[in-house]
């Protein structure tokens, strides 16, 4: 093994080159910050990736009926069990079966994307939308209406910009 | 009995401006300490109380006035309370011998702009300075938690070791004044060599500057030398038990330690007041009085920024390596460089 020696000069030894170059680093960070590593929240917000996992919504069909057939496979797929539905014979023609009740705890979701992947509907769906909170965590169970809201506030697009980057969106702050 | 009255109005009108001034410099060195790491580590630090956090410093005050103060059981109960002051109250008195301008003459008064024009000023500073370290010790023995302890017993080594190296460093610099009197320093600097670079301090003894600047760092409990309350190891240092305004003083007296190590770096070596070729220029007296003073805080704040920048850019040193820094590195040539000073007055004199 060939090794490597690095034999201090005088200069080294005086300490205060070295000590000028680490001054000169963090000033140059100083002058010029880079100011894009912040995200100023309320205001900018960030658009998540496409493949982005966040809060759920139930999608609805062409004439604005939840697209759900109460089939449960979501609620069985769920590794956290936080899904819940209660079926009731269907009002409608074309299947046997809707919920009348559909609630996900969100608080104890982990945000895996089992239900949606196991759906045969393609009715529940995880959106791109983070910042969601409740000042209890009873609101943080969020039933059908809550749900087939965010299909309606998410069917175009939620956050604003490409994805990766943020920007601006003070009106979003508002809803 | 008239002009007497006059003259205690003058110097408590004084005493309350520079205070007042100093103090609005502790409170926005703390914002100021947040904003620049913020931005030295490519964040923005805090912005939102008030247009660019400008409000930061006032929210801070509230919130540390609001707060539970508490007191462990099994603390020294009277020490506990007024180690707090005992750092504060030498920090302030510092300032009084430093002059940060010439003479204002108002009314056909003349009225010196500095609070006591002591004629062992530099001797004062290091006397006032040094007590500053009795609060950090009592502070940390009557809390009785080992971490204080440890913490202030490394204060006293610290100060110690580099009070020696600090008090030698300005030797130099008194031998070329020949005077303890702060305002004779400022004055000797006041010519110029060949007429245009300013005869400051910094110009004629380098090294001292460089040692008593790195001491001052070691004096004042700062990056890289804030072995004191060096949170990786002692939790918070000295003050690991104090909370609410009790430790917004300890906070506050290393600002102000900061600021009045700034303006001794100043006068000793930058000029103090001086401004350097503005002053040929023909302008009312008062106006270049102003901008005297103006020049004074400017380079105080300038070195003030200075303390804030390094803490953002070294990390600290162990404790053998302060120690041999200071005894082994610092006091050698800090003699060395009192020898090479008297070697070239006498040659050169
Ligand atoms: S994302 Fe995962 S944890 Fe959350 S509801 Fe769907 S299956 Fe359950
Ligand atoms: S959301 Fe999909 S998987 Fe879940 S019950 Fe409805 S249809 Fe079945």
Redesign the interface.
């Known amino acids: 093994m060939k090794r490597v020696s690095y034999k201090e000069t005088w200069v080294d030894k005086l300490y ?1 080159p070295a ?1 000028l170059k ?2 000169i ?3 140059k ?2 002058i010029r ?3 894009n ?2 995200i ?1 929240y309320p205001e900018y917000k960030w658009k998540p990736y496409s493949h982005y996992r966040g809060a759920h919504r139930l999608n609805k069909d062409e004439q604005g009926r939840i697209k759900c057939v109460a089939c449960e496979m979501c609620a069985s797929a769920c590794p956290a069990h936080c899904i819940t539905i209660v079926p009731a014979p269907a009002p409608w023609e074309d299947r046997e079966r809707y919920p009348i009740k559909f609630e996900i705890n969100m608080l104890r979701c982990i945000y895996c994307g089992f239900c949606e992947e196991a759906c045969p509907e393609e009715s529940i769906e995880l959106t791109e939308v983070y910042d969601f909170a409740g000042n209890s965590r009873r609101e943080l169970i969020w039933d059908k209406e809550k749900l087939l809201e965010m299909y309606d506030l998410t069917v175009n697009e939620y956050y604003k910009g490409k994805p990766g980057t943020f920007s601006y969106s003070k009106e979003k702050k508002e809803k | 009995m008239v002009d007497l009255i006059i003259e205690l109005v003058i110097i408590i009108l004084k005493i309350g401006i520079v205070i007042g001034a100093v103090m609005m410099g502790v409170a926005y060195m703390t914002l100021a300490e947040r904003r ?1 790491s ?7 630090g805090p912005n939102r109380a008030g247009p660019q956090g400008l409000l930061q410093p006032f929210a801070d005050g509230i919130k540390l006035f609001f707060k539970e103060d508490f007191i462990p059981d099994s603390a020294e109960k009277l020490l506990f309370f007024i180690a707090p002051g005992m750092i504060f109250v030498p920090a302030l008195c510092v300032i009084a011998v430093i002059p940060f301008g010439d003479s204002l003459n108002i009314f056909g008064r003349e009225i010196q702009l500095r609070i006591a024009d002591v004629n062992i000023g530099i001797l004062y500073i290091f006397a006032i300075a040094s007590l500053g370290v009795y609060g950090i010790v009592l502070g940390g023995w009557s809390a009785n938690n080992k971490y204080t302890l440890f913490g202030s017993l490394r204060s006293v080594a610290q100060m110690i070791s580099y009070e020696l190296a600090l008090g030698l460093s300005v030797m130099g610099v008194l031998m070329i004044t020949g005077s303890l009197r702060l305002t004779e320093v400022v004055e000797v600097q006041r010519s110029y060599f060949f007429g245009f670079i300013p005869h400051w301090n910094i110009f004629l003894q380098p090294v001292a500057f ?1 040692i008593f600047i790195t001491a001052a760092f070691a004096e004042t409990n700062r990056l890289p030398f804030d072995l004191v309350e060096a949170e990786q190891e002692l939790v918070g240092g000295y003050h690991t038990e104090y909370n609410s305004m009790k430790w917004g003083l300890y906070f506050l007296s290393e600002y102000a330690n900061v600021i009045t190590a700034s303006a001794v770096i100043t006068t000793l070596f930058f000029g103090g007041w001086h401004l350097p070729w503005i002053e040929k220029i023909p302008m009312p007296q008062i106006l270049l009085e102003l901008l005297q003073i103006g020049s004074f805080v400017l380079k105080t704040a300038f070195f003030s920024i200075f303390f804030i ?2 803490r ?3 990390p600290r040193f162990k404790y053998n390596q302060l120690m041999s820094l200071g005894w082994k590195v610092f006091l050698p040539i800090a003699i060395l460089n009192v020898l090479v000073t008297g070697l070239f007055y006498a040659i050169f004199s």
């Open positions: 205060i000590v680490g001054l680093v963090t000033l960070h100083l910050p880079h100011k590593i912040t100023q | 620049l913020g931005f030295i580590q490519d964040r923005l460089i920048w390094v953002w850019t070294f």
